[in-house]
């Protein structure tokens, strides 16, 4: 199975190339730890392919902008997309990326496509329709692990879901997420180190919501909830945690140990590529 990936290097007259990684999705925020130097080398590396991976294929991508040093990525799994290590990886890519503005893409490779000042419907698969996950149970084994692929979806001030993030986004339904979590099994509160997360007002008809990763056409959501404002965190799962009165209390997060174990992670990673 691939891992697809593209790199993009912008040169200082704004003409850009393009490169398509068939294995390079998995560990990308750990390679970009080498900064610009090391990354500019490894994408050289390399062949240069004029195809775009759309929503569904492209799992990671980084672009390099050598003339305004600005460094945009997102990845779908590896320690950037996991909440213990998400603050540590970032701040670790802002040391090794010194000078330059390091941001996130939460719309993946459409992101890229609009900062180059290209049509984003490019990358898009409007066919696909949504793909729901799977609600959880309060004792499903995967959310043992330090890390589940889970997203927590919260409804006003007394409901908590968990919601396996192997589909779309929860925010993609639409309100018809509120029909599907009738009779669901509740959680009560929950502690879960999750990836994603949506809070419902059901009384202010208000939703908000975050991703660690990416989610395909991030920043249309509003049009799948008329009637309702929403207000995208980005990865600012804080802003959950504050409006679920108590339902959403993931893991405190020790910093430094997360530091440490993304710089192993890292040294790890370099030893086996």
């Known amino acids: 199975m691939a891992d697809r990936a593209n790199f993009v290097v912008v040169r200082g007259s704004g003409e850009y190339e393009l490169y398509l990684s068939r294995f ?44 305004r040093k600005v460094l945009l990525l997102f990845a779908w799994e590896g320690p950037s997309v996991g909440l213990r290590h998400r603050a540590a990886t970032l701040e670790l890519l802002r040391q090794a990326w010194a000078g330059w503005e390091v941001r996130w893409a939460y719309d993946g490779n459409a992101d890229l496509r609009t900062y180059l000042g290209l049509d984003p419907e490019h990358v898009r698969d409007r066919d696909g329709g949504t793909s729901a996950g799977a609600l959880l149970e309060p004792d499903d084994e995967g959310l043992a692990e330090p890390d589940p692929m889970a997203a927590v979806v919260t409804v006003g001030s007394d409901r908590c879901f968990v919601v396996a993030t192997a589909g779309d986004h929860p925010v993609r339904e639409g309100s018809a997420l509120l029909d599907r979590l009738v009779g669901a099994p509740e959680h009560g509160v929950c502690r879960v180190a999750a990836e994603a ?66 710089r192993a992670a890292a040294a790890e990673h370099r030893r086996t590529v």
């Not at 925020?29 to 492209?58: I, K, Q």
């Not at 990416?214 to 995208?232: D, H, K, L, Q």
């Not at 409006?243 to 440490?260: N, T």
């Open 24 to 67: 390079g999705a998995v560990g990308i925020d750990l390679d970009l730890l080498v900064g610009p130097a090391g990354t500019l080398a490894m994408v050289r590396r390399l062949s240069a392919d004029d195809r775009w991976l759309d929503d569904v294929f492209c799992q990671g991508a980084a672009l390099l902008d050598l003339g």
């Open 197 to 262: 997360g949506v809070h419902v007002d059901p009384l202010r008809r208000r939703v908000g919501w975050w991703v660690l990763g990416s989610a395909a056409e991030a920043y249309e959501m509003p049009r799948r909830w008329p009637g309702w404002t929403v207000e995208f965190w980005e990865d600012r799962w804080e802003e959950h945690v504050r409006a679920a009165g108590g339902r959403f209390r993931p893991p405190a997060v020790d910093r430094e140990r997360a530091l440490a174990e993304v």
